[in-house]
């Protein structure tokens, strides 16, 4: 009686920006956090196998495009601009923008109240959007979440932008930083693919469903918030 011969498990490469906890970051020179955990549980039910790549979170997409990697999983935005030109699955996460300030800095309590003062921002993220869309704001691009934080810390910032979970990993880290009372522009995350990839987005998407329905994903929840 022949047993069945194990599946080959086609192998996808993934690529990160794991400087965005708890979504992505480096433990002991490892890649972990709530993407890396979700994209692999994703993967097992997919029957594929991963390996994962960092890099920098702006030369994520043209990575996809030219096929370095097939899939981004960064705390990614799906946006209008994005999704012309990679499609994304079902959000897997809905997020915010928020100011981050020094702790006691009454001043700013609304995305307006940041004109006039010098805000950092992150090289491609939606947050550097957001400002860049508020007149007389005075933008300092960072590389990286953390730069900017160091930054505000050492006030060479008045405040900076970044997206809620990070946020709050960085204000719970770091001395003397708050976030402001402001009202918040909503996004949302999801797993990007090339276009032309259908049934790789198939595949996600039905992982994606299955690790939702089987309380996977409310596990991971937990684990990283
Ligand atoms: N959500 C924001 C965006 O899509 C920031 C994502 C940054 N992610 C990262 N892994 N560095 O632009």
């Not at 996808?12 to 906890?21: C, D, L, M, Q, V």
């Amino acid at each position: 009686c022949g047993g069945k011969k194990e599946e080959e498990k086609t192998v996808i490469h993934i690529g990160t920006n794991a400087e965005f906890p708890p979504f992505e970051y480096l433990e002991d020179g490892k890649i972990t956090g709530f993407d890396m955990d979700l994209i692999k549980e994703i993967a097992k039910e997919s029957q594929l196998e991963i390996k994962i790549e960092d890099m920098s979170f702006d030369g994520l997409l043209p990575a996809l495009q030219s096929k370095k990697v097939d899939v981004v999983i960064a705390g990614m935005t799906a946006n209008e601009e994005r999704k012309k030109a990679v499609n994304f699955t079902s959000p897997y996460y809905t997020a915010s923008q928020v100011i981050v300030v020094k702790e006691g800095d009454s001043s700013i309590n609304s995305f307006d109240d940041l004109k006039g003062k010098k805000v950092g921002v992150m090289l491609g993220f939606t947050g550097d959007l957001v400002v860049s869309e508020i007149e007389g704001v005075n933008i300092e691009r960072y590389n990286a979440a953390y730069a900017g934080i160091m930054s505000l810390q050492s006030g060479k910032v008045d405040a900076v932008v970044l997206d809620s979970e990070p946020a709050k990993n960085y204000v719970e880290k770091n001395e003397g930083l708050a976030i402001a009372k402001a009202d918040a522009a909503e996004e949302e995350y999801a797993i990007a693919v090339r276009k032309e990839d259908k049934e790789l987005l198939l595949k996600l998407e039905n992982g994606l469903k299955t690790v939702k329905d089987n309380g996977t994903y409310e596990e991971l929840l937990k684990k990283y918030f």
